[in-house]
């Protein structure tokens, strides 16, 4: 009876700090922001697409040059998807009616 005591209160010891465990991983994520120039009024047609040395792009498939060759937004998030960059958010800002928009996009990628 001692015995089968024992092998129950280690069986829920075991489960207990085994769900401790996995339920305090928390995910770390690599962020990219990639400025987007597009021309106002023109249906989305980029004009520039600028990205800054970032420390998320070290050690990673994707370079700063292929990036700012893209033709379209489309293009850019295509790409950023093919190398497992996951999209979070764009933010636009506009200042008069006939300039260029600037948007911000923001990636992420799970950190191995």
Excluded at 28 to 43: M, T
Excluded at 71 to 98: C, I, K, P
């Amino acid at each position: 009876m001692k015995l089968s005591k024992h092998k129950i209160l280690f069986f829920f010891v075991f489960l207990l700090i085994t769900t401790i465990g996995i339920s305090q991983e928390i995910p770390k994520y690599d962020y990219l922001e990639i400025i987007v120039v597009q021309k106002a009024n023109n249906s989305g047609r980029v004009k520039r697409v600028k990205i800054q040395e970032q420390k998320s792009l070290e050690g990673k498939q994707i370079t700063i040059k292929e990036i700012e060759d893209l033709e379209g937004t489309s293009d850019l998030l295509n790409y950023m998807n093919a190398a497992n960059w996951e999209f979070v958010d764009r933010q636009s800002v506009v200042s008069e009616e006939n300039d260029p928009v600037w948007m911000s996009y923001i990636f992420r990628k799970k950190k191995v």
